[in-house]
């Protein structure tokens, strides 16, 4: 049969973690939501969710691909690196920049 691989970036990944959130986070309404809609279109992402992670292309991009706020912690996949520099060069910037995670 055929197989299929859905990871970080891919939208599904963040609306299925929204709809197993949405019952938990409150907006500041206090309306339960799970993004206003899928983040493939273009739905809001539901407040007080932070993507962390350590790697630019996946964690990062994901994150900033469904409406998420971002930190990156920069002793992980990056620790070889200038943070920085490289997400300058990749023209993707994390919201926040971390260098451990504890």
């Given at each position: 049969?055929?197989?299929?691989?859905?990871?970080?970036?891919?939208?599904?990944?963040y609306?299925?973690?929204?709809?197993?959130?949405?019952?938990?986070?409150?907006?500041?309404?206090?309306?339960?939501?799970?993004?206003?809609?899928?983040?493939?279109?273009g739905?809001?992402?539901?407040?007080?969710?932070?993507?962390?992670?350590?790697n630019?292309?996946?964690?990062?991009?994901?994150?900033?691909?469904?409406?998420?706020?971002?930190?990156?912690?920069?002793?992980?996949?990056?620790?070889?690196?200038?943070?920085?520099?490289?997400?300058?060069?990749?023209?993707?910037?994390?919201?926040?920049?971390?260098?451990?995670?504890?």
């Amino acid at each position: 049969g055929k197989v299929g691989y859905i990871g970080k970036p891919h939208p599904l990944v963040y609306e299925m973690a929204f709809a197993e959130l949405s019952g938990i986070l409150q907006t500041e309404q206090g309306e339960a939501r799970s993004g206003g809609g899928s983040v493939s279109d273009g739905g809001k992402a539901p407040l007080k969710i932070i993507m962390i992670g350590d790697n630019l292309l996946t964690d990062i991009l994901g994150g900033k691909r469904a409406g998420l706020d971002t930190i990156l912690v920069t002793q992980g996949v990056l620790k070889e690196e200038s943070a920085e520099a490289y997400c300058r060069k990749a023209q993707i910037l994390p919201d926040y920049l971390l260098t451990q995670f504890a």
